[in-house]
């Protein structure tokens, strides 16, 4: 059994920056390191980052390591790579979950008759007996994002990888994996629930790898790890700063063990405390994740989004010292489900914006946004972005709709992530003509320029959350819903978060707390060492945590705000600027669909006032 003394070393991976700390079972942060840069192609790289954290979250105290019983890892998903059995070398580079390269190849596996036939069938079965299984199937696509699709992707392309992975010489993993791997010697060889869940190839229903998605991308499940439940005994660490050395076994301290795995967007609920059914929690970071709590059973999802599992806990005894190294865990119990929306507009887009030199710091957004909605209020002129992560469900229009509009609006309207619409980025409408006129650096922007694109960006950031949330649990629920909790690096800007309560007509609240990730993976760590029985006996450390740091911030005089209400002043100007936005966005995409207007990413001409809209790229162009 664990002691007070015993600590959880908890480690993130996220796509721009991994963090590592120190718990106790209190939750009381001790240590912590960082590391800022882009996600390595180099699957070396990762390993040797997790080294490093772990050594530099160790330094403040030689004794700390002898302390640290358990670890946990929070992961990007989707993010994988092939390696050698025998000498754990990589043989391909990370494939990370942001990579196009596979988008091609999902639109045209998306038509054909396969996905057709399922989709078909399962909308009459739907009809017939509306199951989660049978509307999963009805709304089924592809997308570059799922580790399925590339993994197909790539065995199409290089099928001598396939036939070694087949005779068992090569094995594939993600992120997750393939560090388990590192950390155990080459012991265990497993994933866990909540990342299989979100990889395109696993059945929420069944809870197991989808024999029906495998044989249409024949993929073979042999070479698949086992998936184990969040929070179990994964294995022993034997390679690492942690690997406990002769003299450390003489002197009897005890071995640490990897006892959770998570993916990234999980452990933010975890963090948050999102443990009740209906909680609902936004975070901003490259991409926009949505995560609304289901409890213990799923739901027939919308279209554009998918049920997986949060966290599940293993059924063997946490005191038995078993472990997936021998005999992989892959019963689960008291699984949590999430349903999971994604908008792959966020934080990559402003790091582009910041890359042309519209502004160079991210602390001062705030400021220029600030400003820009100022002279945006005094102004008639209104730039709308529509993210190129939105795509057109097949929409038939009624002869008499009685739905509001805005209900119809987003009707028409999905977020498909891997467009084949607009192919050269979002699409800017309305910008001024002063800057369209002739190609010219982003220097030499004026403040209402430079001010009007970072509106229109920041604009559909939140409009984009708004549908996000009608279509997660229908308008009802959206209504109804109590607060948003939102996290990620984007929560750091106050102009945000007051605009996204503005425009969802919800409170909203944003953590103190900076790496909730971090902070999950470590509740679900603790839980699979025996510091915790279940998720919710962490709940009042969690609170206690996050009510210290809103002090310390306070004390420190650092201007923080938490929690953001809605201003009844601006909440009915929002609902109008959110139906413009949507009548804007289904025109575009309409426009592109059908081929009926000059498409914006055909603008290339050096005059760009004369267009009607001004795809992502063809800007960049224009301001290089």
């Not at 078909?120 to 007996?129: D, E, M, N, V």
């Not at 709940?539 to 923080?560: V, Y």
Request: with cysteine.
């Amino acid at each position: 059994m664990p002691s007070k003394e015993d600590l959880i070393l908890s480690i993130d991976f996220g796509s721009t920056h991994a963090c590592a700390r120190l718990y106790t079972k209190e939750l009381v942060n001790v240590s912590e390191a960082l590391y800022h840069g882009e996600a390595p192609l180099d699957p070396e790289a990762y390993w040797r980052i997790l080294c490093e954290l772990t050594e530099n979250v160790l330094r403040l105290d030689k004794k700390l390591a002898s302390a640290v019983r358990c670890l946990g890892l929070s992961v990007q998903r989707n993010s994988f790579l092939l390696w050698d059995r025998a000498t754990s070398e990589p043989v391909t580079e990370m494939s990370c979950w942001y990579d196009t390269s596979a988008s091609a190849f999902a639109a045209a596996l998306n038509q054909s008759r396969f996905v057709e036939s399922i989709n078909k069938s399962g909308r009459i079965l739907y009809k017939a007996l509306p199951t989660t299984k049978f509307k999963i199937i009805s709304n089924y696509s592809l997308t570059g994002i799922f580790a399925c699709t590339r993994l197909a992707h790539l065995f199409a392309e290089n099928p001598e990888l396939e036939r070694r992975c087949l005779k068992g010489e090569f094995i594939f993993g993600c992120l997750e994996t393939w560090l388990l791997w590192r950390l155990t010697g080459g012991r265990a060889w497993c994933t866990d629930v909540s990342c299989t869940s979100a990889s395109g190839m696993f059945d929420p229903c069944t809870l197991k790898w989808s024999h029906l998605i495998l044989n249409f991308l024949k993929v073979s499940q042999r070479i698949l790890p086992s998936i184990c439940p969040t929070s179990c005994n994964f294995g022993i660490v034997r390679c690492g700063p942690l690997a406990r050395d002769a003299k450390a076994r003489q002197l009897g301290v005890p071995p640490v063990y990897v006892t959770a795995l998570i993916g990234d967007s999980q452990a933010a609920m975890l963090g948050e405390g999102c443990l009740d059914k209906g909680d609902t929690k936004l975070t901003l970071g490259t991409g926009s994740f949505l995560n609304c709590n289901l409890g213990s059973k799923t739901i027939p999802p919308p279209k554009g989004f998918y049920p997986v599992v949060g966290w599940a806990l293993s059924v063997r005894d946490r005191d038995s010292n078993i472990t997936c190294e021998t005999s992989p865990d892959t019963k689960l119990s008291n699984v949590t489900y999430l349903l999971e929306g994604f908008n792959s507009e966020g934080g990559r887009t402003l790091s582009r914006l910041q890359r042309l030199g519209l502004f160079q710091n991210f602390d001062d957004l705030d400021d220029l946004l600030s400003a820009a909605s100022t002279r945006h209020r005094k102004s008639s002129n209104t730039t709308v972005y529509v993210p190129s992560s939105l795509g057109l469900k097949n929409y038939r229009k009624s002869k008499k709709s009685e739905r509001p509009e805005v209900e119809a609006l987003e009707a028409r309207l999905l977020f498909v992530n891997t467009n084949s619409l607009l192919t050269q980025g979002g699409v800017f409408v309305g910008l001024p003509a002063s800057l369209l006129s002739a190609p010219r650096p982003a220097s030499s922007l004026s403040a209402e320029e430079s001010g009007a694109i970072l509106l229109a960006v920041f604009n559909a950031l939140t409009m984009a959350s708004r549908l996000m949330v009608s279509k997660c649990r229908g308008r009802d629920f959206a209504n109804k819903l109590p607060v948003l909790r939102v996290n990620g690096n984007l929560s750091r800007s106050a102009w945000l978060m007051q605009r996204l309560a503005d425009t969802l007509d919800v409170p909203v609240e944003r953590s103190p707390l900076s790496e909730t990730c971090c902070l999950g993976a470590a509740v679900a760590a603790g839980v699979g060492a025996g510091f915790w029985q279940d998720y919710s006996e962490a709940l009042p450390a969690l609170h206690t945590q996050k009510a210290l740091k809103e002090a310390d911030l306070s004390a420190s005089g650092i201007p923080f705000k938490t929690r953001f209400e809605p201003n009844p002043a601006i909440v009915y100007p929002q609902e109008q600027a959110y139906c413009r936005w949507l009548r804007t966005c289904n025109k575009i995409l309409l426009s592109q669909a059908s081929f009926t207007s000059a498409e914006p990413s055909d603008c290339t001409n050096a005059d760009l006032s004369s267009v009607p809209g001004v795809a992502f790229d063809v800007l960049a162009k224009h301001l290089a």
